[in-house]
């Protein structure tokens, strides 16, 4: 993983997500320099796609973005200093499953969007032994 996105990343991410999905009449994004970039626009083109960039300074028109960047800036950047990169990727990564999974959210009723589920027992069962087939007595012989 590296710091930042490049053209061909988001190139290469957008064409798994078309051959999985289809293609999208619009790909909306902001004024990124990953987004604007020539290639991409020209990618984008190229597949029958249009291309709907947000204004800047216009968070209206992104609401759920905006609402979590503000979120990860406000909990977790604001309050921690990261020295390497795989510090910042574990911290982050921690962080983002506790937002998915722990963290109440006031749009659900302020309930957990996924909670974790939890296989009790905690030890899965082994699969039965083999059916031994039903043997019928020999008749005796006394």
Known sequence: MSRKLKAIDVIDVLS?????RGVLGHVRSDNGPEFVAKAVRAWIGAVGAKTAYIEPGSPWENGYCESFNSKLRDE?????????????????????????????????????????????????????????????PRPSMH
């Open 16 to 20: 798994d997500l078309f051959i999985l």
């Open 76 to 136: 977790l950047l604001k309050g921690e200093i990261f020295y390497t990169l795989k510090e910042a990727q574990i911290v982050i990564e921690s962080w983002r499953r506790h937002y998915n999974t722990v963290r109440p959210h006031s749009s659900l009723g302020y309930r957990p969007p996924a909670p974790e589920t939890v296989l009790w027992p905690a030890v899965q069962p082994r699969p039965a032994p083999p059916a031994i087939p039903a043997v019928a």
